[in-house]
């Protein structure tokens, strides 16, 4: 389903991400370090927007502070199983990345300041490439695998660096994933490309689908579901 994503800067309420959702059936408010993230069903208007936040902005606001942010220092590590990430002192004039096969170094000058709060937006843009690079390198090559595996059809495979979803298909067969799959065990990365591939046959999560994909997995796909569950694309 094709899903329209838009930004604003509320002046109450500040970062605001809306995603129109044509299969929402009601409107979903969600607290993240970054923002307030609303999914829009069909035909909510601006106003419904508002009513919602005044109703229940206060208590967004009290969840999203909250969440720790957890800053990036020197001894910062990713260790997924097919993605690691380390920070190094190098003679460097920037922050410079480097690494092959999932393992990555991020090169950073001595004169670094790591409490300064632009510095800390540079290191994550930095890792977020790192991990864009990683499932540019490994997801489509892994969903074109598991489609022939099972003899199942898409139109195309792109890569976002989503938060909200970790992939999803639309109706013409292009399955997006998120770059943030590189950072779950393997078994679960076939799990949600498998459930996109689950998609181009049925659009829906019905019973069918369910079945269809419980017969893709040689299991039942609850068990990973809820294991999925446990995982987030924070890093
Ligand atoms: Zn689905």
Same mark, same amino acid.
């Given at each position: 389903?094709?899903?329209?994503?838009?930004?604003?800067?509320?002046?109450?309420?500040?970062?605001?991400?809306?995603?129109?959702?044509?299969?929402?059936?009601?409107?979903?408010?969600?607290?993240? /370090?970054?923002?307030?993230?609303?999914?829009?069903?069909?035909?909510?208007?601006?106003?419904?927007?508002?009513?919602?936040? @005044?109703?229940?902005?206060?208590? =967004?606001?009290?969840?999203?502070?909250?969440?720790?942010?957890?800053?990036?220092?020197?001894?910062? @590590?990713?260790?997924?199983?097919?993605?690691?990430?380390?920070?190094?002192? %190098?003679?460097?004039?920037?922050?410079?990345? !480097?690494?092959?096969?999932?393992?990555?170094?991020?090169?950073?000058?001595? !004169?670094?300041?790591?409490?300064?709060?632009?510095? #800390?937006?540079?290191? /994550?843009?930095?890792?977020?490439?790192?991990?864009?690079?990683?499932?540019?390198?490994?997801?489509?090559?892994?969903?074109? #695998?598991?489609?022939?595996?099972?003899?199942?059809?898409?139109?195309?495979?792109?890569?976002?660096?989503?938060?909200?979803?970790?992939?999803?298909?639309?109706?013409?067969?292009?399955?997006?994933? %998120?770059?943030?799959?590189?950072?779950?065990? #393997? #078994? =679960?990365?076939?799990?949600?490309?498998?459930?996109?591939?689950?998609? !181009?046959?049925?659009?829906?999560?019905?019973?069918?689908?369910?079945?269809?994909?419980? !017969?893709?997995? /040689?299991?039942?796909?609850?068990?990973?579901?809820?294991?999925?569950?446990?995982?987030? @694309?924070?890093?």
């Amino acid at each position: 389903m094709q899903q329209k994503r838009s930004t604003i800067l509320h002046p109450e309420w500040g970062t605001i991400i809306i995603t129109h959702n044509a299969r929402a059936r009601r409107m979903i408010l969600r607290a993240r /370090r970054d923002a307030i993230y609303i999914t829009l069903p069909p035909f909510a208007t601006k106003k419904d927007v508002e009513n919602a936040l @005044t109703a229940h902005g206060s208590k =967004l606001k009290e969840q999203q502070s909250n969440i720790p942010e957890r800053s990036i220092q020197k001894r910062f @590590t990713i260790e997924a199983e097919s993605f690691s990430l380390r920070l190094q002192q %190098s003679p460097v004039r920037s922050l410079r990345l !480097t690494g092959s096969s999932g393992a990555y170094t991020l090169h950073y000058p001595a !004169t670094l300041n790591f409490e300064d709060e632009a510095t #800390q937006q540079k290191l /994550r843009s930095a890792i977020n490439a790192a991990l864009t690079h990683r499932a540019k390198e490994t997801l489509p090559a892994r969903l074109a #695998q598991l489609a022939a595996q099972h003899n199942m059809h898409y139109t195309s495979c792109t890569i976002r660096s989503s938060h909200t979803r970790w992939g999803s298909c639309s109706s013409r067969g292009t399955i997006s994933l %998120s770059s943030y799959l590189v950072l779950l065990p #393997q #078994q =679960l990365i076939d799990y949600v490309l498998r459930h996109e591939l689950c998609h !181009t046959v049925e659009m829906n999560h019905s019973p069918r689908f369910w079945a269809l994909l419980d !017969t893709l997995c /040689r299991t039942s796909s609850k068990a990973l579901r809820a294991e999925l569950k446990s995982y987030n @694309t924070l890093f």
